[in-house]
């Protein structure tokens, strides 16, 4: 089972500053994706399961460069070394909470992400056999895709001893990305990494965490009606060029957004996440009702209100969870009036920690 890489080579691991005030890293990778050990690692584990958060895309003006990791909702992987898989291979044993995907881990993100995670360790002695359980709908502009990988990638990491970083990890992701809904990395950075994460740079890949204050609160109104947007199709909708006023527009707003998220003012930030005037024009209109649930979610006390990733989930954003409740169910109305869909609403937090283990078995 052969598998084409093309990434270029990830850094050594690098650790998150421990506060707010030391200089915050950003994460670059260049030349060609390889192996990452000289020699092949020794387990730690037989089995390990893993989580990794939902995420909210894009933020209004920040297309393709700019995402949040969502706290409480998320995809889980468990692993195991399974002697009757062949020494080197992934085989997709179980996938629950979704009919749709692919058992083959070519095709599936959680597989193309452990095989890339794997090739990076060298691992050629271990088979191993993993366990996927979906949180998210496919296609509902909260991350599937990267969440699924983010938790494989770090699933593999952790049963060999945690030897990658999170750079690392996001290159593991970003080539599951790359094969299911194109090369962006504004799921599955912050799906591994946790919080607000701004893509300084494809080319060569850069990485910056913004540290939203810990002591500011933030909530994302979440509110996915039961209708599907393909992201491909959804990136078919946009224009192959933008005009300069809208280009400066959106510019000025996502440098207000990145400033708001840095300053902890979630008021300024849900002014910013509703100001694009290049993508959400274009795909609002695909999805039923849209344009009504933003001005129902404003009406109704939202700070702002946008597109989660490609939707057709929206997201708003305020600083209370009850009113955040009110808000939703207002939205909730707006979906069923003007879009003829059902939805449902939730209230999350900021998902600050990204893809982690939450059990294993030793050796």
């Avoid at 629950?96 to 890339?116: D, Q, V």
């Avoid at 998210?136 to 001893?161: D, I, K, M, Q, T």
């Avoid at 997201?315 to 909730?332: F, H, N, P, R």
Wanted: hydrophobic fraction near 45%; proline fraction near 7%; aromatic fraction near 6%.
């Amino acid at each position: 089972m052969a598998v084409c890489f093309q990434f270029q080579s990830p850094l050594k691991p690098i650790n998150f500053p421990s506060s707010t005030t030391k200089k915050v890293p950003i994460f670059r990778c260049k030349a060609s994706f390889s192996t990452t050990t000289a020699t092949e690692v020794e387990p730690v584990f037989t089995s390990v399961k893993s989580f990794a958060p939902a995420t909210v895309a894009n933020l209004g003006p920040g297309f393709d460069f700019l995402g949040a990791a969502v706290d409480g909702l998320g995809d889980y992987v468990s692993l195991s070394i399974d002697s009757s898989v062949s020494p080197g291979h992934v085989m997709i044993s179980e996938i629950s909470g979704s009919s749709k995907l692919s058992p083959n881990p070519l095709f599936n993100c959680a597989g193309i992400a452990a095989i890339a995670t794997m090739k990076m360790l060298n691992i050629r002695s271990y088979g191993l056999s993993l366990k996927l359980e979906k949180g998210l709908p496919l296609g509902s502009g909260l991350g599937s895709s990267a969440a699924s990988a983010a938790a494989a990638a770090v699933a593999v990491n952790e049963l060999f001893g945690a030897k990658l970083g999170v750079d690392q990890l996001v290159l593991a992701g970003l080539e599951s990305e790359a094969k299911v809904s194109g090369y962006h990395a504004d799921n599955i950075a912050p799906a591994v990494m946790g919080g607000f994460v701004l893509i300084k740079s494809y080319d060569p890949l850069e990485l910056k965490p913004l540290i939203f204050p810990q002591n500011r609160e933030l909530f994302f109104i979440l509110v996915s009606p039961e209708f599907e947007a393909p992201t491909k199709k959804m990136r078919a909708a946009l224009p192959a060029e933008v005009g300069m006023p809208h280009h400066v527009w959106n510019c000025s707003q996502a440098g207000a957004l990145v400033a708001s998220v840095l300053e902890g003012d979630v008021v300024a930030l849900g002014k910013a996440l509703s100001s694009d005037k290049i993508v959400e024009p274009k795909r609002a209109p695909l999805i039923p009702g849209m344009e009504a649930v933003k001005k129902a979610a404003i009406k109704a006390g939202a700070f702002g209100c946008t597109i989660s990733g490609a939707g057709p989930t929206a997201v708003a954003v305020i600083d209370s969870e009850e009113k955040g409740k009110e808000i939703g169910q207002k939205m909730v109305e707006a979906f069923l009036e003007e879009g003829h869909l059902r939805s449902v609403a939730m209230v999350k937090r900021l998902d600050r920690v990204g893809a982690r283990l939450i059990d294993s078995v030793p050796i």
